[in-house]
C-alpha cells in the first residue's frame, strides 16, 4: 500500500491478497502476483508509515475489511482521499469484483493512485473561481457566499462598505494604469489592517467590503476604522506625486441572534456610506435606524 500506484487483488473473508501491478519499488520487492497473508495488517502497517497523523484513523477505517461489504453494498466503489508523507495528496479504492455463492463479498480490487497534480489543479481552479485576480482578495461571489454562511451560522459581527474618493478623477488624471496600482494598494493595505479571520473581499471597480466576525463594539469599530485610515494614508503611489489616497467607510453592525440575509447588512451599511460620503475624506459612518429615510 504505497503510492503512486499500486493495485491489491484481495480475498475478503480471508484477507490473503497478491499485488497486480505497482509502480512502486518497495511493494514490487514483496512480489508480484505472490499469494501474501493479512492485508489488514499490512495496510494498517502501511498507513502508519505513509498517511499525516490527522488522517490515520480515517484512513484506518477506511481499509478495514471487517466493514468493507457493508459499506460497499449498492456501490460500484468507494473512494478516499489522503496525504502521503512522500508524494502528497493520494486516491485509494476498492472496487468489488465477485461474491460467493451465498452472495457474500469474496473478491476486491484495492487501488491507490498518486493525484498530487490533478489536486494542484483542482485548487487552481478553485483559487481562480474565488479570488479577484487583480488584488487577490475574494470575489464578489465567494466573498457573499462566505459571508452568508457566516450569517447563517449566527455569527454577529461588522460589516464594512469601502470606497476609494475621487477614484474617477485619480483615472482621468493619472491614468488607468496608476489606478490599477491604487486598487491593488488599497487591496493589500486592508488585508494587513484586518484579522486573520476577516472576510475582505473586492466588490467590483473602487469598492471593497469586509465582515468582521464577532466585532459588536463600537469602541473596537472605531479603533478599526482609525487603525484603516492611518494604513490608507501611508499609501505611496509615485505617479500621484506626493498626493494622498482617500477612503470612506460604511459600516452596520449585527446581532449573533439577528436573522439577517448579506443584502439585507449591504443596504444597511451602504447608507451610512452615503453619510460619509457627504464629508471630505476619511469619513466612516455606523448604520442608524434614522439613515433609512435619508
Not at 473512494?79 to 469474496?106: A, M, Q
Not at 482578495?137 to 455569527?155: A, P
Not at 488624471?173 to 486573520?196: F, L, N, P, W
Not at 473596537?220 to 505611496?236: G, M, V
Amino acid at each position: 500500500m504505497d503510492c503512486p500506484c499500486s493495485n491489491f487483488y484481495i480475498n475478503v473473508q480471508t484477507q490473503k491478497y497478491h499485488i497486480v501491478k505497482t509502480t512502486s519499488q518497495s511493494a514490487a520487492q514483496m512480489g508480484e502476483y505472490e499469494i501474501i497473508d493479512d492485508f489488514g495488517g499490512h495496510a494498517k502497517c502501511m498507513a502508519e508509515k505513509m498517511c499525516m497523523e490527522s488522517q490515520l484513523e480515517e484512513t484506518a477505517a477506511f481499509i478495514d475489511l471487517n466493514t468493507l461489504e457493508e459499506r460497499l453494498a449498492g456501490k460500484n466503489s468507494i473512494i478516499h482521499e489522503f496525504i502521503d508523507k512522500k508524494t502528497g495528496w493520494c486516491r485509494s479504492r476498492f472496487i468489488p469484483v465477485d461474491y460467493d455463492e451465498n452472495g457474500r463479498l469474496l473478491h476486491v480490487l484495492f487501488c491507490i493512485e498518486c493525484i498530487e497534480e490533478e489536486k494542484k489543479r483542482e485548487n487552481r481552479l478553485i483559487y481562480l473561481a474565488q479570488t479577484d485576480l487583480m488584488t487577490g482578495l475574494y470575489n464578489r461571489g465567494s466573498g457573499e457566499r462566505q459571508i452568508s454562511h457566516l450569517l447563517q451560522e449566527k455569527t454577529g459581527g461588522l460589516l464594512c462598505l469601502i470606497d476609494c474618493d475621487k477614484f474617477k478623477t485619480i483615472n482621468d488624471t493619472y491614468g488607468h494604469s496608476t489606478g490599477d496600482k491604487v486598487i491593488i494598494a488599497v487591496a493589500e493595505t486592508m488585508q494587513k489592517s484586518c484579522r486573520d479571520k476577516d472576510v475582505v473581499l473586492r466588490l467590483g471597480g473602487d469598492e471593497f467590503a469586509v465582515f468582521m466576525p464577532e466585532m459588536r463594539e463600537k469602541a473596537a469599530a472605531e479603533r478599526f476604522f482609525e487603525r484603516l485610515f492611518y494604513n490608507i494614508s501611508q499609501i505611496t503611489i509615485a505617479e500621484m506625486k506626493g498626493k494622498q489616497i482617500e477612503i470612506s467607510l460604511g459600516a452596520c453592525f449585527c446581532e449573533a441572534s439577528e436573522e439577517v440575509s448579506f443584502d439585507q447588512l449591504y443596504r444597511k451599511a451602504d447608507r451610512a456610506m452615503y453619510q460619509s460620503k457627504k464629508k471630505q475624506g476619511y469619513s466612516a459612518s455606523i448604520y442608524e435606524e434614522w439613515m433609512k429615510s435619508n
